[in-house]
């Protein structure tokens, strides 16, 4: 039987292609590293009683059964899209944050520059003033 | 004129078989059920009289520790390691052979829900109609509830009282529409219960809101309500306030907060209230509130029959109540069933999703499989009745 393949595709990203590693230990279970209870409940007393059941093994053979074999492979793979997708996802946070901080340096930066110009810091008050100004001057 | 013999059962039977896979919030639910295929079906509106035999009801419930709720990920981590095992379970209960011979359709819950859950039962739902080359159907939960309700109390034509964890809705049906008459402005009732009992820190097992009407049960001072808000408001109602206000007179007492004059004595610093006292009063706050809306929606309708539906609806307390609404009014009944069809199951999802299929109606396309967190009661409709 063939081992599954992945592939992941984005505007920034042509083509990803997933697939199963040989010799690699994560792809030879069915508890994954990324499947499992989350943190949160775990603190709060669960017991996990959700767990995958184990790879069934052919006694003849004494080799997992085929579907068993698909399932430790689908959870090495679903490891790896997992871990991609949220290291994808840090990146966007991180930039999102990178452009809210920009922002919000620019803005402080603006305000100072204005009161150093002699403004009170209320641009609303400021431009009324300015319109105000601009009226007896006509 | 309904035609409910539209599609033929597979393979020449004289019967149709349906399995139901539900997964919308923290019970996975796996049922199959059996339509016989009388002549009398092709003949009107029979939707409500299939003489449904129920083959198997099985389901599992995802249980979180005292004082927590069910997040989306563990629920639906729960719904995908044991829908394997509990499809197998149903199948072997109801007798099911070659699930490519034996099985007509498959219905799955398409919404509304919890999306990580419902996404986990679709998949499967997919995998098995791939595998077996079993058509599909989506489900409408709130539908399946209904549906389920009509066939067990054999209600033709009731004003439906809809109340379960994440949804209150009084509904009647019109032009191929369940019309939702009034709901929740916010909360729904089971959230309401379930919320409070994580505040009271009573475990989760079997359910919330059961260890809740016990506790009430168990209350020695029926004969003097607590006083909380009320907010009726026309065909709708709102519960969030009421459960801030209980929950900070629970905090209260159980912080021993003796400047609250409602629950302790201004003489001795005893408390005045007991946990059974709190939860009697909120049921019987929320219940008055439902009863309410539901007498106007009878009186809009001109109906006579009440059928309650949903996880809230096994409480006892609130049947009782509705009941004595009903008796006040002209040949009123009011209809109910037990835990096992209330609480979310995967039987309901099939008889659905039978009649659905039985009018020629399900999946072309994967595409139309997908599932969907907000699908409101009214969008589907219900060609299956006059």
Same mark, same amino acid.
């Given at each position: ?65 085929? %579907?068993?074999? %698909? ?25 999102? %944050? ?17 009161? %150093? ?22 | ?8 059962? =597979? ?20 049922? *199959? ?8 079906? $092709?003949?009107?509106?029979? $939707? ?10 099985? =389901? ?16 639906? =981590? ?31 819950? !398409? ?25 599909? *159907? ?48 916010? #909360? ?6 379930? @919320? ?27 004969? !003097? ?18 459960? +801030? ?20 004595? @201004? ?28 007498? =106007? ?5 001109? +109906? $006579? ?34 835990? !096992? ?10 008889? +659905? ?16 499989? #997908? ?16």
């Amino acid at each position: 039987m063939t081992s599954p393949l992945a592939t992941y595709s984005s505007p920034d990203i042509t083509e990803k292609l997933f697939a199963v590693k040989e010799g690699n230990s994560r792809y030879s279970t069915t508890n994954g590293k990324t499947t499992g209870p989350s943190t949160y409940v775990l603190n709060a007393g669960q017991v996990d009683i959700d767990k995958p059941s184990d790879p069934r093994i052919n006694p003849a053979t004494q080799q997992p059964t085929t %579907l068993s074999k %698909l399932r430790m492979e689908l959870t090495g793979m679903q490891d790896d899209i997992n871990e991609f997708l949220t290291q994808r996802m840090e990146v966007a946070k991180n930039k999102k %944050l990178k452009i809210q901080n920009t922002s919000e340096e620019k803005r402080i930066e603006n305000e100072i520059n204005e009161l %150093l110009d002699g403004g009170d810091g209320d641009d609303d008050e400021d431009a009324e003033d300015q319109k105000e100004k601009n009226t007896n001057a006509k | 004129m309904v035609n409910l013999n539209t599609v033929k059962p =597979r393979n020449g039977r004289n019967y149709y078989i349906a399995l139901g896979l539900e997964g919308s919030a923290n019970k996975l639910g796996v049922g *199959v059920i059996k339509h016989p295929r009388l002549v009398s079906m $092709s003949q009107g509106d029979n $939707s409500h009289n299939c003489d449904v035999e129920i083959l198997s009801n099985i =389901r599992d419930t995802y249980v979180t520790p005292p004082g927590e709720g069910f997040l989306p990920r563990d629920t639906a =981590r729960h719904h995908r390691n044991w829908v394997i095992r509990i499809i197998k379970q149903a199948l072997e209960k109801a007798e099911i052979k070659d699930p490519r011979l034996d099985i007509d359709v498959i219905c799955f819950t !398409r919404g509304p829900g919890m999306g990580a859950p419902l996404h986990s039962v679709a998949i499967a739902a997919r995998t098995c109609s791939l595998i077996w080359d079993v058509p599909l *159907v989506g489900v409408n939960h709130c539908v399946g509830h209904i549906e389920m309700g009509r066939e067990i109390t054999k209600a033709e034509n009731p004003v439906v009282l809809y109340v379960s964890g994440g949804n209150t809705q009084v509904i009647a049906y019109s032009e191929n529409r369940y019309r939702i008459f009034g709901e929740t402005l916010d #909360v729904a009732i089971g959230n309401c219960l379930d @919320r409070f009992a994580r505040t009271l820190k009573i475990p989760n097992a079997p359910s919330p809101g059961y260890n809740i009407e016990q506790l009430a049960n168990n209350c020695k001072n029926k004969d !003097r309500l607590i006083e909380l808000p009320y907010t009726v408001k026309g065909m709708d109602l709102s519960m969030s306030g009421i459960l +801030a206000y209980i929950d900070s007179l629970a905090k209260d007492l159980f912080r021993g907060n003796k400047k609250n004059r409602l629950i302790f004595d @201004r003489e001795t610093g005893e408390p005045k209230i007991t946990v059974e006292d709190l939860c009697y009063s909120l049921q019987e706050n929320l219940f008055a509130m439902l009863v309410e809306i539901t007498e =106007r929606a009878m009186a809009h309708v001109n +109906a $006579s029959q009440v059928l309650i539906v949903g996880g809230v609806g096994s409480n006892t307390r609130l049947q009782e109540m509705m009941g004595q609404m009903c008796k006040d009014r002209a040949n009123g009944r009011v209809h109910a069933t037990d835990e !096992r069809f209330c609480i979310d199951n995967g039987v309901m999802i099939a008889q +659905a999703g039978l009649l659905q299929y039985r009018m020629g109606d399900y999946v072309k396309d994967f595409s139309e499989t #997908v599932v969907t967190q907000k699908f409101r009661t009214d969008e589907v409709y219900v060609s299956w009745r006059d």
